[in-house]
């Protein structure tokens, strides 16, 4: 268990809001710059930090993450470069938790075992493999417990609550609710109808509830926010970092921007 | 036949004989004493509630006892009731444990409370009672008696608890369909009832307070008599009928099962699936995990004292030594109204404190969205009370798969729930809630237990 991410939630749930998890890549444009946006993101509002591990083939993402894994890639990004991040980063920092989110394949060509010890020594908090299914996801699981982090179930729209059971049973850490089917930085989700599954999916689970897949716009987020106890953004951060259409203090304005928006809608004990 | 669902035995292979657990007991069974001597009772002062053929059965101490042809005749209009093999469930959790349940919703009262309903009608006829007189909860026992009334000719008096009363109107329909006649419990009707109504006009009810009433007006009348719907002996020997098809189904199947589970309120269908079972096992038979899953809202087995209790709230009954919450006891009022009782079946409660059987409990929400997801699954919507049983197969089932072992899961599916759609709709527009404990008001219960010398065990 991780106590920084438990701390965390307890935190966010005294305040009665929803937290904000900035989903960044890592190398993103390039590795200072990475750092320098990892180390603003705090200050700006994002209450947990979802780190990218670069891969070479980031199916589930849409163009502008894809776009965010390529600039990472050609920096030299890999999940070394990521866990070098977290290293750096918690020199300044301790209290933010980091979830290390990535596909399977860059995970296997670190070795899965000793990526999970190596996170855990960086200062990883948690990790999500969102392309992990079935048997894999339950070896993988027991080789993180083992090294203190939890891996973060998936909780997809169509699967229900059967599905929902399945997947996070005796889990730990956050479950991960897919707002949009689809990939990343998709249509916005309609809100309604996403609420109404988070309800359905809280009942099925103890953890706290992040929704993530399709929030981008400070409107959608407002909205959410009343619904889980955290909301991931990634796209609109990403899209904020494109050479020569944004910049860092750019993305890290937008996080604050959105964050307030958060901030004021309340979390979901304010309902 | 590789993917068969359904185990199905004959009419003609229907159990001739019910079992009787007492047989084998390590320990006897705790007497059942008389508040007024602090004696153990006889078969004198249960007479005025009780045929004698009942009253036999009550204290037998034999291994099996005869059904009666006429209630065979009857119980075969739905038994044997189908063995499923819960195999879209195991698909749906991707687990490689066998489920089976064995499905009690098949009868025309929808649950596995006309098992012993038809029996206890019988031997009333018999012994030429003319009356009967009755609580129900979630109405289940209540229409099944009712159920049974119109097949043996006998007047029905359902006392129900005004909160499932209000909640299920349909299940009054039911009742009176077949000619009973159905009273919200606290009624005017009766001294317990308006005593209650006294102190709180709007008192909810309880199965201990309705049972009160249903006892006060069967005293009050020589042709009339009282009867139960679960808790006493042989009310949970009439259910074994369940228990003992399954084993000849699972035989069918070529399973036996590692894991067994039934949900208890007063601890009749529970002990219908699994007595027979357990005396396999105590007779030298494989281990089995036997779980009885109870509402974390009336937490009677896993939270409750093990000690001697009247079963009603106006301390009519005789004390019998079982887990209890205390007579004074109102759970907070939750849809599963079958599972609202302050007390355990004595047996249940000996097999827990003899470690046979592991409580486990669950909350409300947690067990009717375990309920949803198996009617995704399975095309069965089951009774709330039922949902309990369904969350720990599905824990169980999912246990199995983090340990990635095969094993054979067996539950009671004891009911379905076509009779609460409103606990559904609840659930569905999302103002379901799980009310917390009043832990002061259950220590206060718990405070008030008779103290009762320690025994004297039963010849």
């Not at chain 1, 027991?142 to 998936?154: S, T, V």
């Not at chain 2, 291994?63 to 119980?75: A, G, H, K, Q, T």
């Not at chain 2, 894991?259 to 089995?288: H, K, V, Y």
């Not at chain 2, 709709?425 to 008001?441: F, I, P, R, V, W």
């Amino acid at each position: 268990m991780s106590a920084r991410l438990d701390r965390r939630f307890a935190m966010l749930q005294q305040e009665g809001r929803a937290g904000l998890l900035a989903f960044v890549t890592a190398g993103d444009p390039d590795r200072d710059g990475c750092l320098e946006l990892l180390r603003g993101l705090p200050a700006a509002g994002a209450d947990i930090i979802e780190l990218g591990l670069p891969s070479k083939n980031p199916w589930l993402d849409g163009p502008v993450i894809k776009g965010a894994h390529q600039r990472a890639v050609a920096a030299g990004g890999d999940a070394h470069m990521a866990l070098d991040l977290v290293r750096a980063f918690r020199e300044t920092n301790q209290g933010t938790p980091v979830v290390a989110m990535g596909y399977a394949d860059t995970l296997h060509r670190h070795t899965l075992n000793r990526f999970f010890a190596d996170a855990a020594e960086a200062g990883v908090d948690a990790a999500l493999i969102v392309d992990a299914t079935g048997d894999d996801w339950r070896a993988w699981r027991g080789q993180a417990r083992d090294h203190g982090i939890p891996l973060i179930p998936i909780a997809h729209a169509e699967d229900g609550e059967l599905g929902w059971m399945r997947d996070t049973f005796e889990a730990d850490g956050f479950v991960y609710a897919v707002a949009s089917p689809g990939k990343s930085g998709g249509a916005a989700p309609d809100v309604a109808e996403v609420a109404a599954r988070l309800q359905r999916l809280r009942r099925v689970t103890d953890l706290p509830v992040v929704c993530g897949f399709g929030i981008r716009s400070v409107e959608t987020a407002g909205a959410l926010a009343r619904e889980a106890d955290g909301l991931a953004v990634g796209t609109a951060i990403a899209e904020r970092l494109v050479p020569g259409q944004g910049s860092i203090p750019g993305a890290l304005a937008f996080v604050t921007e959105i964050s307030g928006a958060m901030r004021e809608a309340g979390g979901p004990k304010a309902t | 036949m590789s993917h068969q669902i359904k185990y199905q035995i004959s009419e003609r292979e229907m159990p001739k004989q019910w079992y009787n657990i007492a047989a084998d007991l390590q320990n006897p069974p705790s007497a059942v004493i008389h508040p007024g001597t602090m004696q153990p009772v006889g078969p004198e002062d249960l007479a005025p509630l009780f045929p004698m053929e009942i009253i036999q059965q009550e204290v037998s101490m034999e291994r099996f006892i005869d059904i009666p042809e006429p209630v065979r005749d009857v119980l075969r209009q739905w038994r044997p009731t189908p063995l499923h093999r819960a195999r879209r469930l195991e698909k749906a959790l991707d687990t490689p444990a066998k489920i089976f349940y064995k499905y009690e919703g098949v009868s025309p009262a929808g649950s596995h409370k006309p098992n012993t309903a038809v029996a206890q009608a019988f031997y009333n006829k018999n012994e030429g009672v003319k009356r009967l007189t009755t609580e129900t909860g979630a109405g289940q026992w209540g229409s099944s008696l009712a159920l049974a009334g119109a097949m043996f000719d006998l007047e029905v008096e359902v006392f129900m608890v005004k909160i499932s009363f209000n909640q299920k109107p349909y299940r009054r329909a039911f009742m009176e369909s077949f000619g009973a006649k159905c009273f919200a419990s606290p009624s005017d009707m009766t001294e317990a009832g308006r005593a209650i109504l006294a102190e709180n006009p709007d008192s909810t009810g309880s199965l201990g307070m309705a049972i009160s009433e249903a006892v006060e007006r069967c005293v009050q009348r020589d042709d009339t008599k009282y009867a139960l719907g679960s808790v006493l002996n042989h009310v949970l020997t009439h259910q074994t009928v369940i228990g003992l098809e399954a084993i000849d189904q699972m035989e069918m199947a070529g399973e036996y099962p590692d894991i067994l589970i039934g949900c208890t309120g007063g601890g009749s269908n529970f002990a219908g699936l699994c007595f027979p079972f357990i005396g396999q096992m105590m007779r030298g038979g494989d281990e089995i995990d036997v779980i009885a899953v109870e509402p974390a809202n009336c937490p009677t087995l896993t939270r409750g004292k093990y000690a001697y209790d009247f079963g009603d709230t106006a301390q009519m009954t005789p004390l019998v030594k079982m887990h209890t919450l205390g007579a004074g006891f109102v759970p907070p009022g939750f849809h599963a109204g079958g599972l609202r009782y302050h007390g355990m079946a004595p047996l249940v409660s000996q097999l827990v404190d003899e470690d046979i059987v592991r409580p486990v409990a669950y909350h409300q929400t947690e067990t009717f969205a375990a309920g949803v997801a198996f009617g995704k699954a399975e095309g069965i919507l089951p009774a709330p009370e039922a949902n309990h049983a369904v969350k720990a197969a599905i824990v169980e089932a999912l246990k199995a798969r983090e340990e990635g072992k095969a094993k054979t899961i067996l539950f009671n599916l004891s009911g379905h729930g076509n009779f609460d759609m409103a606990a559904y709709q609840e659930y569905a527009s999302g103002n379901l809630k799980d009310e917390a404990m009043n832990d002061q008001e259950m220590a206060m219960a718990l405070a008030g237990l008779p103290k009762v010398p320690e025994p004297v065990a039963a010849e």
